[in-house]
C-alpha cells in the first residue's frame, strides 16, 4: 500500500488511509503499538469508507525513528500531522499498547474522544514484553535509534530495566474515552500461554476513577492480544462507530453535512 509521508518539526511520520477533500467530515487517527505485524489495522481503512481514516506506525516500526525518541515527541508529531491534514475536523484517536501513549498525549484542538486499546501505566511491571524486546536489541545491535527507543519510552537494556511512569496520561484524560483491556491481569509475574492484559491493577483504577472513561474489559482469557481477536476487533468497530457517528451528529449541529461514517 502506498504510504503518506509527513514531514513534521520532530522528524518523518508515516501513515496510510483515505482523506476527502471538500465538506467535513469526522477523522479517524489509528496510533499503532511496539513491533505490530507488518501493515497491522491497514484493513479499518475500508471499515468506514465515508470519512477520512489515518493509520499511522509507531515512530521505529516500518518507519522512520524521530529526531527524539520520547512519548512526548511522538504526540506532538501526531499533532503536527493533524493540524497540517485535518485541522478542524473532529478526530477520534485511537492508540493501541504504546501508541495509546501517543495519542493520549496528543494536543489537538479538534480531539473529540479517544479510544484506547490496553493502554500501561508503568513499565517496570511490563514483565511479558522483557525477554521479546530484548531479543530485539539483539537482532538489531547496530541500530543506536532502536536503543534509545526502548531506553527512553520502556526504560529497557539488555540487562537493565527502570521505570517509565506513565500514569498521568490515564488520570489526565480530558475528552470521553473508551479503554479496552484484556481481563487476564497483568499481576503476578507467571507462567502464561501468550501475553495478559499490560494494563495494570494500578492502571485500571486511575481509568476506573476518571469520570470521562468507560473502562471496557474483554471476556475471561483474554489478554493483551484481546484486540486481535474477532471478538475485540468487533468490540473496537462497534465503539469507534459510536464515536464516529457522534462527531457527526456535531458536525450536523454547526451546519455541515457530514458524509455517513
Do not use: C
Not at 491534514?85 to 498525549?105: E, F, K, M, N, Q
Amino acid at each position: 500500500m502506498d504510504r503518506l509521508v509527513v514531514e513534521t518539526s520532530h522528524g518523518t511520520l508515516y501513515l496510510v488511509g483515505r482523506l476527502h477533500a471538500g465538506s467535513a467530515r469526522p477523522t479517524l487517527l489509528v496510533v499503532t503499538g511496539a513491533f505490530p505485524p507488518r501493515d497491522y489495522r491497514h484493513e479499518i481503512i475500508d471499515d468506514y469508507p465515508g470519512v477520512n481514516v489515518l493509520v499511522g506506525s509507531l515512530p521505529g516500526m516500518d518507519a522512520p525513528f524521530l529526531n527524539r525518541q520520547s512519548q512526548e515527541s511522538y504526540s506532538a508529531a501526531f499533532d503536527e500531522m493533524i493540524a497540517r491534514l485535518a485541522p478542524r475536523d473532529p478526530l477520534i484517536a485511537y492508540g493501541i499498547s504504546t501508541g495509546s501513549l501517543v495519542t493520549l498525549g496528543m494536543k489537538s484542538p479538534n480531539l473529540r474522544h479517544h479510544i484506547v486499546e490496553e493502554p500501561f501505566d508503568s513499565t517496570v511491571g511490563l514483565w511479558p514484553v522483557v525477554d521479546n524486546f530484548r531479543k530485539n536489541l539483539v537482532l538489531f545491535a547496530d541500530n543506536p535509534w532502536l536503543r534509545d527507543f526502548l531506553w527512553n519510552l520502556f526504560g529497557l537494556t539488555a540487562d537493565t530495566l527502570e521505570d517509565r511512569d506513565y500514569s498521568a496520561l490515564l488520570s489526565g484524560i480530558r475528552q470521553t474515552a473508551d479503554v479496552l483491556v484484556g481481563a487476564e491481569p497483568l499481576e503476578p509475574e507467571r507462567d502464561f500461554d501468550g501475553w495478559p492484559s499490560l494494563t495494570s491493577a494500578r492502571a485500571r483504577a486511575l481509568l476506573a476513577a476518571n469520570p470521562k472513561v468507560a473502562l471496557h474489559v474483554g471476556p475471561p482469557g483474554s489478554g493483551h492480544g484481546y484486540g486481535t481477536l474477532e471478538e475485540g476487533r468487533r468490540a473496537v468497530g462497534a465503539l469507534v462507530l459510536k464515536a464516529l457517528h457522534a462527531a457527526a451528529r456535531d458536525l450536523q449541529a454547526q451546519g455541515a453535512a457530514p458524509a455517513s461514517p
